[in-house]
């Protein structure tokens, strides 16, 4: 149904009417919380969390994208249903034991760090520990184990390093081991990532194969058909838009990579294999985009176009930085542009 401006509700009278109807439909099976959450660059999400019983680990989904996806059209019991099959798929059905947590020794090697911006985060940066880096902080979190939790990890904070009576530089050395390690880097052409952009395009728009008769004349495989046309695309764009070899540098989770640049000597190695100074765009907190210093880069055009980048098309959180930022070959050495 369509829902005009004058009765469509805000985001504060949505979560409250979703917290009642979850507390109407669960009755006493669960609590149901309401809370704000505190993400990067001072960005605040309008949580709910759903409480089963006794269990020590409870789901938190962020309302954001439910609230888009009712304003977008559909009917408040459509998105409760959305919301349900959300928390049952995500609920345990027991507790998990993290009592090891409390032993530094139990959980040393698998924190690793990530980069944020210094200046968005001072309030965080007040109650973490972290280490500066440029106009940059380098920030530390504990990876669960991917088995159990994919993809989750704990943020550290000062609380963390008093239990475990530990310093900052010890959990900055511990992590500098680790997370080369548990998130190797990933160099990709961008022609490659446009290729892979444009073929996954391709997939989308014509995933029923009714466009493609021709492939099946030509005795080719539709994916085949597919990947053709994908090589050609890129090979008309990459006329003019591919022909500087810009790289993509992130890990291979394609999470927070942008701390790629930390790793040891990988800054040399690139350099040395394209045999030239770069300059690196921080594209977001999960990838860096390197620009070979052909003498042709403008470093006030460059600087212009992350700025205008990071205020239309990247998220809030995931903006890393809009200096531009510049490795030096001979010196070995990485500074802002």
């Not at 034991?97 to 409390?102: H, N």
């Not at 391709?202 to 008769?213: G, V």
């Not at 390197?290 to 098309?313: A, K, R």
Request: proline residues 2%; glycine residues 2%; aromatic residues 10%.
């Amino acid at each position: 149904m369509d829902k005009t401006l004058e009765n469509l509700i805000s985001l504060e009278e949505f979560t409250e009417k979703v917290s009642q109807s979850l507390k109407e439909a669960f009755e006493d099976e669960r609590e149901i919380r309401i809370s704000k959450v505190k993400k990067n660059n001072g960005i605040e999400h309008i949580g709910i969390t759903c409480i089963k019983g006794t269990c020590n680990i409870s789901p938190t989904l962020y309302m954001e994208s439910f609230y888009d996806y009712y304003k977008s059209g559909n009917d408040f019991d459509e998105v409760m249903d959305k919301i349900k099959s959300t928390i049952k798929r995500a609920e345990l059905n027991k507790n998990v034991d993290l009592s090891y947590f409390k032993d530094y020794d139990k959980v040393k090697d698998r924190i690793v760090y990530k980069l944020v911006n210094k200046s968005k985060n001072e309030k965080l940066l007040k109650e973490i520990p972290y280490v500066e880096y440029l106009d940059l902080a380098i920030i530390f979190y504990y990876m669960l184990d991917s088995n159990q939790f994919p993809d989750a990890s704990i943020l550290i904070y000062n609380s963390h390093l008093q239990m475990w009576d530990v310093n900052t530089e010890t959990i900055y050395e511990d992590a500098k081991k680790n997370t080369q390690f548990l998130l190797e880097p990933v160099i990709t052409n961008m022609a490659d990532i446009m290729k892979e952009m444009i073929l996954r395009n391709i997939k989308d728009r014509y995933k029923d194969y009714e466009r493609i008769e021709e492939a099946e004349k030509a005795g080719k495989s539709k994916e085949a058909w597919m990947e053709d046309l994908a090589n050609d695309m890129t090979s008309i764009f990459g006329t003019d838009a591919f022909e500087i070899p810009m790289l993509v540098l992130t890990n291979n989770k394609k999470q927070y990579g942008a701390s790629c640049i930390l790793y040891n000597e990988i800054l040399d190695d690139i350099a040395g294999k394209e045999d030239t100074n770069f300059y690196i765009i921080p594209s977001s907190i999960h990838e860096v985009i390197i620009v070979p210093d052909n003498n042709d880069m403008c470093p006030d055009v460059l600087g212009s176009m992350i700025h205008e980048v990071n205020t239309t098309h990247v998220k809030t959180e995931e903006v890393l930085s809009d200096s531009l930022y510049y490795y030096d070959k001979a010196a070995k050495s990485l500074y802002i542009a």
